[in-house]
């Protein structure tokens, strides 16, 4: 199993430095059995259509029978996601209101000190999905192999543009990767999300951009993939290179995508929940509609959600001074 965001690679990266998964438990009472007693909504920090969006929708179309309850998906963009997630940390914690967050662009936020919420805002219930960044240029663009894109990047300083879903979000942070590593300037653009990020980059507005595998399945053809952040090719790409096979980023760099309540959800819930989309995630049903989504399923426990989260944080903790300045 992949370690997310290169774990191994930082060395300040330990639960012991960031804690801010362990919440106050709500004080009501809350029974072992308990079960939502209506319509759970679920937020969605972009708009409808965009990587998360859809597959938030693959999820909770097969999850509803488990829960018990229909599921309603509420779209709340704009700000590089700190919209949706400040609404979602000032929800209340009956279990009727849960949502996605995307890592590492949640704790950037924070870092970046976007919307109200921290990690404590927020109680762990499940990941979903991990997905490997990937570079993206429009399938009319000069540029066939990363080598020829980073080559002109070099003599020309500054002067490719690069589409993000937002400054320092997760493909901004792919991008400077990329960059930093690479050793040349480019202009990162911030769009107010990855779908409208990616429309840019295929009407030709940017030069490159960075996303994810299961963002542009929709329009595959529009786009080619010159390279991956991985530590092996990935099978969808089998002839697009690893950053590492061109001596640049040698680390798997992507997204995960967790499910989340408001901090002081009582334990009883956020276990229910747990066990009904790990029992969503392992039905043969949705295993099928996921696989044809190019999404790559990857539940964790409440516990390691947490651990995961923590980690990402001090990714950007410690990343982001660097490969920003």
């Not at 909504?41 to 259509?49: E, N």
């Amino acid at each position: 199993m992949k370690k997310i965001l290169m774990v191994a690679a930082v060395a300040a990266m330990t639960a012991s430095l960031f804690t801010g998964c362990k919440k106050k438990a709500a004080t009501e009472s809350v029974s072992a059995d308990w079960k939502p007693n209506g319509t759970v909504t679920m937020i969605v920090a972009y708009k409808a259509g965009s990587g998360t969006d859809n597959t938030a929708r693959v999820l909770t179309s097969y999850a509803e029978k488990y829960v018990g309850q229909t599921l309603v998906i509420d779209n709340k963009e704009g700000g590089s996601g700190s919209i949706g997630w400040t609404a979602l940390a000032k929800a209340k914690p009956d279990g009727l209101t849960l949502g996605f967050i995307n890592l590492p662009t949640f704790c950037s936020n924070i870092i970046d000190h976007l919307g109200s919420y921290t990690v404590e805002s927020i109680e762990p219930i499940a990941n979903h999905v991990v997905e490997t960044s990937v570079v993206l240029v429009s399938a009319k663009s000069k540029f066939n192999t990363l080598q020829e894109l980073v080559d002109y990047a070099r003599a020309n300083p500054g002067t490719l543009k690069a589409s993000t879903n937002g400054n320092k979000a997760s493909n901004h942070i792919g991008a400077q990767l990329l960059a930093h590593s690479a050793n040349f300037e480019y202009t990162a653009i911030p769009y107010g999300g990855t779908a409208d990020q990616l429309l840019a980059l295929r009407q030709d507005e940017v030069d490159f951009s960075v996303a994810k595998v299961a963002d542009f399945t929709a329009f595959a053809s529009e786009v080619k993939v010159l390279g991956t952040y991985d530590s092996k090719r990935l099978a969808e790409y089998p002839d697009a290179p690893t950053l590492g096979e061109l001596g640049f980023y040698p680390y798997w760099y992507g997204s995960a995508r967790c499910i989340v309540a408001p901090a002081g959800t009582p334990k009883p819930i956020i276990d229910f929940y747990a066990n009904a989309f790990k029992q969503a995630m392992e039905d043969p049903e949705y295993i099928a509609a996921s696989e044809k989504a190019h999404m790559t399923t990857e539940y964790k426990s409440p516990e390691d959600t947490g651990d995961l989260i923590n980690q990402q944080y001090n990714f950007c903790t410690n990343t982001l001074t660097e490969i920003f300045n």
